[in-house]
């Protein structure tokens, strides 16, 4: 069984700071591109950032500058450091990783149960 567990949501002001943590635990042989998404109330869930497992890194327009992702390999981690939050920003953040399980021997999307971030104007 392959599990992702966030942690680091909150409250915080704009301009403000907040760091996203994820870590996948399981029975795991190795992890392709990880990621995290956002959705708010009435939208899509979105692709925030994704990291593959060499560093290249993609991040949507919107959070480009202000947003960084990195991993950790050998925790087999990912982390999003968030700065200058505007209220815009606020949703659900979910942790996403492509993993190959020694369970099934094959490669899929797991994803986190999600931690909210709320930013006040």
């Known amino acids: 069984q392959v599990q992702l567990v966030e942690s680091g949501g909150g409250l915080v002001q704009a301009g403000g700071s907040l760091r996203l943590s994820c870590a996948a635990s399981g029975r795991i042989f190795s992890i392709n591109t990880m990621a995290w998404y956002r959705q708010s109330p009435g939208k899509e869930r979105e692709l925030v950032a994704d990291i593959t497992r060499d560093d290249r890194r993609n991040y949507a327009d919107s959070v480009k500058g202000r947003f960084t992702i990195s991993r950790d390999n050998a925790k087999n981690t990912v982390a999003l450091q968030m700065s200058d939050l505007k209220p815009e920003d606020t949703a659900v953040y979910y942790c996403?990783?492509?993993?190959?399980?020694?369970?099934?021997?094959?490669?899929?999307?797991?994803w986190g149960q999600g931690t909210q971030v709320t930013v006040s104007s």
């Open positions: 996403n990783a492509d993993i190959y399980s020694l369970s099934y021997g094959y490669t899929e999307p797991y």
